[in-house]
């Protein structure tokens, strides 16, 4: 098993520009997340989903949009990147309420 | 979602045993404690985790403490490959499979 990939493991941006962060998994898991951690920080919760067709907002949700078209993939979009979105950005699946296994990061630069 | 606290860094030797606390004061009935750790420049990864009673794994121990209010996770022999930020996480076992994390402590080992 790959466990959760994620692509691309790092991206430069402009300002303005559009982007989707892709995240896959083969665990055949039904819960997914995304999470973002800025320098320092711990990481925070953007978006998750329980089911395929089912997502929901996390803490820091804006700015983002995410879907759930199979149980394998979760993307993330950025609609109109800004400075402020700069992170390292995690997606993680986990069987149910269970462990939650993490990707190694896609790491975002938006200048 | 419930609060923990933990001191911002620790340090210790190699081999040594190490106890990493968490206080947890708002915890409910339902919460589980879980701890991750991250290593440098990766995702985080499932420690263990526990409800009321002691719990052992390959990895590290997590003593919980009577009134749950508080709860240390050890580390029996720290090696360098320990060092990390370890976080510890209240989860509730219900329907949704969100993390909170906090800022984590910091383990330096020194050889």
């Known amino acids: 098993n790959a466990g959760v990939t994620q692509t691309p493991k790092f991206q430069v941006l402009k300002t303005g520009q559009s982007m989707t962060l892709q995240c896959a998994q083969d665990?055949?898991?039904?819960?997914m997340s995304w999470y973002r951690q800025d320098p320092g920080m711990g990481l925070r919760l953007i978006h998750y989903?329980?089911?395929?067709?089912?997502?929901d907002q996390g803490e820091v949700p804006n700015g983002y949009n995410v879907s759930r078209s199979t149980t394998e993939d979760f993307p993330l979009r950025l609609l109109s990147a800004a400075p402020s979105q700069t992170s390292v950005y995690f997606c993680?699946?986990?069987?149910?309420?269970?462990?939650?296994?993490f990707g190694p990061g896609t790491r975002l630069l938006v200048l | 979602d419930a609060k923990t606290t933990q001191p911002n860094s620790m340090e210790s030797n190699e081999e040594e045993p190490v106890h990493l606390p968490c206080n947890h004061s708002?915890?409910?009935?339902?919460?589980?404690i879980h701890w991750y750790r991250q290593l440098p420049s990766q995702g985080p990864e499932y420690v263990i985790h526990?409800?009321?009673s002691n719990v052992n794994n390959r990895m590290a121990s997590l003593a919980i403490a009577e009134d749950r209010k508080s709860s240390t996770l050890i580390l029996h022999r720290a090696t360098l490959r320990d060092a990390a930020v370890y976080y510890c996480?209240?989860?509730?076992?219900?329907?949704?499979?969100?993390?909170?994390f906090g800022t984590g402590t910091r383990l330096q080992v020194f050889p």
């Open positions: 993680a699946s986990s069987a149910a309420v269970g462990t939650q296994y």
């Open positions: 665990m055949n898991h039904e819960y």
């Open positions: 989903s329980v089911g395929a067709g089912i997502t």
């Open positions: 708002t915890i409910s009935g339902t919460d589980y």
């Open positions: 526990g409800l009321t």
């Open positions: 996480i209240l989860r509730d076992n219900g329907n949704t499979d969100k993390l909170i």
